[in-house]
């Protein structure tokens, strides 16, 4: 693919915003539209798109593959565990073990919050995983 | 022209098509039915109480649904391992 000056500054001041959106999408996703899944595909394509313009290699420096995937597990054992959390305290696999506020402005929100963001790291890295293996394929 | 003829016939099927996946959404999307399901009201109701999320797509899914959630990113998990295996050994 030929390489202009345009992509090249379109890709690199764009990138980074597209992971804060992520994150945005990532952390406000109990409040807004958006959650864990498509906040990490938004990081993703950030990802995606420094490895489509500025080479493989540049995006394989900033995220190897090996912590991208150690990412992976590490998140999805952590969802085990917060999981298990809700087994200890007696509200069963997955529940929200936090307690339940008096005041009603108080939302006991942060279980939902804590899943959001593993779901999001872990679909962030599995998505951006696939594409840069299957990218490196390519060449 | 030779082709003319099956060309209008492709072009009059895919109207066809557009037509027949158009009705069949009008179908679906005519309008909410006028009483409502159980648990949508009760998910309208107390989701926000229950979950603490006040996007109720997100207290199903994270909330009340939160297995389905796991079995979701397993699928990934899965999916990303299966990628790694079968693309290991080439370079």
């Known amino acids: 693919m030929k390489k202009t000056d345009i992509l090249e500054l379109v890709s690199r001041k764009l990138a980074p915003f597209m992971f804060l959106f992520g994150l945005y999408l990532l952390t406000y996703g109990h409040l807004s539209p958006g959650g864990g899944f498509q906040g990490g595909v938004v990081i993703a394509s950030g990802i995606i798109l420094l490895s489509v313009s500025r080479g493989i290699e540049t995006a394989e420096a900033l995220f190897p593959s090996f912590s991208l995937s150690i990412l992976e597990t590490f998140c999805f054992i952590l969802l085990l565990a917060a999981g298990l959390a809700g087994v200890f305290l007696g509200v069963g696999f997955l529940g929200n073990p936090l307690p339940r506020a008096a005041a009603a402005g108080v939302p006991r929100v942060g279980m939902i919050l804590l899943l959001n963001i593993l779901v999001g790291l872990k679909v962030a890295a599995g998505v951006s995983l696939i594409c840069l293996r299957f990218f490196r394929e390519d060449e | ?91």
């Open chain 2, 1 to 91: 022209m030779i082709h003319r003829g099956r060309f209008y016939g492709g072009v009059i099927l895919r109207i066809l098509l557009v037509l027949l996946v158009g009705g069949f959404l009008y179908l679906a999307l005519r309008g909410d039915p006028e009483t409502g399901s159980p648990i949508r009201d009760y998910i309208l109701r107390r989701g926000t109480e229950d979950t603490g999320a006040l996007n109720l797509v997100t207290s199903i899914y994270l909330g009340y649904r939160a297995f389905d959630t796991l079995g979701e990113t397993l699928v990934l998990l899965l999916a990303v391992s299966g990628v790694l295996l079968f693309t290991e050994g080439k370079k």
